[in-house]
């Protein structure tokens, strides 16, 4: 007998999937009544099969996997050599291959100034042949996604090919696609997402990220097979970044640890430095700026101290006021983490740590003299305080008990010292003319140094903590031209009107015009009175005056 057995092969191009479901039925029965004496499973049925799925794949070129690389190299230097391809197979492979480094040269078609426009022309014999077409254009789309045309490896005109395939693939996205024939997965992706291919190609992903709602940019991360190094993944990212500085303040705030975890993830290294940048500087317009402990950590690991300049080329990148937050921040921290850590009475008396905080932004420079028990300790909070305190972070010797420690101040032209250990008191030195060890060239630093007497330091003073110490340092700090703040007044009238000077005399009338600015006029040497110059306009000078018994005479001032 006779077997009539019938393929597919000579199927003309532009059929759809219906015409061939139906030829398929078509087929199947008349080969079923050609073969019904034989069983159902006879080997031409099979074989009908399988030329339907081979024509299936010839029509749609489902197909997206990547050539083998050493093909793709072939047809790349095939082209780099000749300008030219000779036949469709090599033209396909070297699109592929457009963007990736080759040989000891790492030479990149894409970056090649001469050749990459003239390789592109090219490719456009094949445009009308949409099946051929189709094919190449899906190697150039890879080629697209994979090179970074902000790379720190970036020659040649990379960057200006890059815009130029993409305006290209821009162009011929209507071309990939032919009549009758429904798209295949990946083309129905790129359409749908033709923002890739645009300036502007991941903001539609920002908001919907941050909402935790990635649902679109994963299906088209996967249809599309976008690696995780693609410069997609950055722009993604990026237009997170663009959406959460948009947001109001706290709404930004509430995004910051999402988009630092994302910023800390091993694959986007090469953009933590332009995001951590983003972060701050929007940060920085927030009023008031209050600490921001995460954001604060985070930048100091990545970026190190703020203000030494050994570390000035990252935070560069951000401007001086964002710099200087951050500097604040990092020394309110770290005056904190020294009297609550590293200080006998810890967390259980927070009076030092409360006055020097109000300090905090006038500080200059800071250094940690640490002794034994604290330099060696291998506690989480000893070993991460240690690494905040990089760069000024001394040992201290001599110290008598092994958890002594030492805290060094520069304000102005004046060097402030506490210790760890109680009974030990506030030393105060002129920074200019005496403080002739350099901390900037030592490891280590003796205790007979930072105290009274020592023949190399100029002492000036000796702060005891006792009684209402506070006030005293306060007072101390004004003769030193040393405010908290512009707009603050030492103790007691930084209170208001209740707590003032009881105690008459010359000098606590002197260092009170001095703090309030106020002009004193003395004519009792010629039988006058004693004038403060002020009007009565200021309630806690007026309670003053009143505590000291002057009198006060309209368009004048006070008298006594």
């Known amino acids: 007998m006779e077997y009539r057995v019938v393929t597919l092969a000579h199927v003309l191009w532009g059929c759809n999937m219906n015409i061939l479901d139906e030829i398929k039925q078509e087929l199947l029965e008349i080969n079923r009544q050609t073969l019904k004496e034989f069983h159902s499973d006879y080997e031409p049925i099979k074989l009908m099969a399988k030329e339907v799925k081979k024509l299936q794949s010839w029509l749609l ?116 696609i032919a009549v009758g024939i429904t798209p295949t997965d990946w083309v129905l992706a790129i359409q749908n997402h033709s923002n890739l291919l645009s300036d502007d190609p991941c903001s539609r992903y920002g908001q919907a990220f941050l909402d935790d709602r990635n649902d679109e940019f994963a299906d088209v991360e996967r249809r599309l097979q976008l690696s995780g190094a693609s410069w997609v993944s950055k722009a993604v990212i990026l237009a997170q970044l663009s959406a959460a500085v948009q947001c109001d303040d706290e709404k930004f705030k509430r995004y910051i640890p999402k988009l630092l975890a994302l910023l800390d993830e091993e694959r986007h290294t090469t953009f933590l430095d332009k995001g951590l940048a983003i972060l701050l500087d929007r940060y920085n317009w927030i009023e008031p700026k209050v600490d921001h402990p995460m954001l604060r950590d985070f930048a100091v690991y990545h970026w190190k101290n703020p203000w030494l300049s050994i570390n000035t080329s990252r935070w560069r990148l951000v401007s001086s006021d964002t710099r200087n937050m951050v500097a604040d921040w990092l020394k309110l921290d770290l005056i904190k983490q020294f009297f609550e850590l590293l200080t006998e009475e810890g967390r259980n008396d927070k009076r030092r740590l409360n006055f020097w905080a109000r300090y905090h932004r006038r500080i200059d420079n800071m250094y940690f003299a640490l002794g034994r028990y604290s330099m060696n300790n291998k506690k989480t909070d000893f070993v991460e305080l240690r690494k905040k305190m990089e760069g000024r972070l001394l040992s201290l010797k001599e110290g008598g008990s092994s958890e002594n420690n030492a805290f060094i101040m520069t304000i102005g032209d004046y060097v402030f010292i506490e210790f760890g250990m109680k009974g030990n008191a506030a030393f105060v030195y002129h920074k200019d003319k005496s403080y002739s060890f350099d901390l900037l060239k030592t490891k280590y630093v003796m205790i007979s140094n930072l105290k009274k007497g020592n023949r190399d330091l100029q002492f000036i003073d000796r702060l005891i903590h006792t009684g209402k110490w506070e006030e005293n340092f306060d007072l101390r700090l004004w003769d030193f031209g040393i405010r908290a703040s512009d707009d603050e007044l030492p103790e007691p009238w930084r209170s208001g009107d209740v707590l003032t000077i009881n105690n008459y005399n010359s000098q606590n009338l002197i260092k009170f015009c001095h703090i309030f600015s106020i002009e004193m006029e003395d004519r009792r040497a010629n039988g006058g009175q004693l004038w403060i110059l002020v009007e009565n306009t200021n309630r806690i000078i007026k309670k003053q005056m009143e505590t000291w018994n002057f009198q006060y005479r309209e368009g004048r001032g006070w008298y006594f």
Do not use: M
Not at 118 to 127: A, T
Not at 146 to 171: A, C, H, I, S
């Open 61 to 176: 070129d489902s197909s997206t996997s990547q050539p083998a690389t050493d093909k793709i190299k072939e047809a790349v230097f095939i082209f780099y050599k000749d300008l030219q391809f000779s036949n469709f197979r090599d033209a396909r492979f070297a699109c592929w291959g457009a963007s990736t480094p080759y040989d000891s040269e790492k030479y990149r078609l894409i970056e090649d100034v001469e050749r990459f426009p003239k390789f592109l022309r090219s490719i456009d014999k094949y445009v009308d042949e949409t099946r051929l077409y189709r094919r190449c254009y899906r190697g150039l789309l890879s080629s697209y996604f994979f090179y970074d045309p902000e790379g720190n490896e970036v020659r040649g005109g990379g960057r200006q090919n890059w815009q130029r395939l993409r305006t290209y693939l821009d162009k011929h996205l209507q071309d990939i």
